[in-house]
């Protein structure tokens, strides 16, 4: 006779609200500046942008969908798992990832100061200036998305890729 051990995870918590349906206009300018924000950036240099801002602020949904995403554009596992690591890690990446990476986390940590000039103008040696605005205003969604899913507690782990629109 054979037994089965039977892992019993935690229960799934439900989501506060539904916000996007309890305030359609503002999901949807939300979803627009999405698109936007991310016109001319390499999609995989945006999905890193998603994964650290998300990680930093702990928005769970954000870290299930933007993992989701960025394996589908092409991102390796390795890089995935050695981001919130990046300072140890630095071999993994670009220098031009890592000034996008290091300019996000000081524009979602802005409780720490000001986003610091030496951050800024390595940032700014890496992007030409539309391509440094574009980034800007990448970093600037995703937190503005992480403040729904965390507040609202979005619930990880359904979505797929392709499911935003």
Same mark, same amino acid.
């Given at each position: 006779?054979?037994?089965?051990?039977?892992?019993?995870?935690?229960?799934?918590?439900?989501?506060?609200?539904?916000?996007?349906?309890?305030?359609?206009?503002?999901?949807?300018?939300?979803?627009?500046?999405?698109?936007?924000?991310?016109?001319?950036?390499?999609?995989?240099?945006? /999905?890193?942008?998603?994964?650290?801002?998300?990680?930093? %602020?702990?928005?769970?949904?954000?870290?299930?969908?933007?993992?989701?995403?960025?394996?589908?554009?092409?991102?390796?596992?390795?890089?995935?798992?050695?981001? %919130?690591?990046?300072?140890?890690?630095?071999?993994?990446?670009?220098?031009?990832?890592?000034?996008?990476?290091?300019?996000?986390?000081?524009?979602?940590?802005?409780?720490?100061?000001?986003?610091?000039?030496?951050?800024?103008?390595?940032?700014?040696?890496?992007?030409?200036?539309? /391509?440094?605005?574009?980034?800007?205003?990448?970093?600037?969604?995703?937190?503005?998305? %992480?403040?729904?899913?965390?507040?609202?507690?979005?619930?990880?782990?359904?979505?797929?890729?392709?499911?935003?629109?």
């Amino acid at each position: 006779m054979t037994t089965e051990e039977v892992t019993e995870y935690a229960p799934e918590q439900p989501a506060r609200m539904r916000w996007a349906a309890l305030a359609p206009e503002v999901y949807k300018a939300m979803a627009r500046l999405e698109q936007a924000s991310k016109q001319g950036l390499d999609p995989r240099l945006v /999905e890193l942008v998603r994964l650290r801002a998300s990680a930093i %602020n702990h928005c769970a949904f954000c870290l299930d969908m933007h993992t989701k995403d960025a394996l589908a554009a092409g991102e390796t596992v390795q890089r995935i798992v050695h981001l %919130n690591a990046w300072e140890e890690s630095k071999h993994f990446y670009t220098q031009k990832e890592l000034a996008a990476i290091e300019l996000t986390e000081a524009v979602t940590v802005l409780t720490d100061g000001f986003v610091p000039d030496e951050v800024y103008e390595k940032a700014a040696k890496h992007f030409e200036e539309a /391509e440094l605005a574009q980034l800007i205003a990448c970093i600037a969604v995703i937190n503005a998305w %992480n403040r729904f899913g965390v507040t609202t507690r979005a619930v990880p782990g359904h979505y797929q890729p392709g499911d935003f629109s």
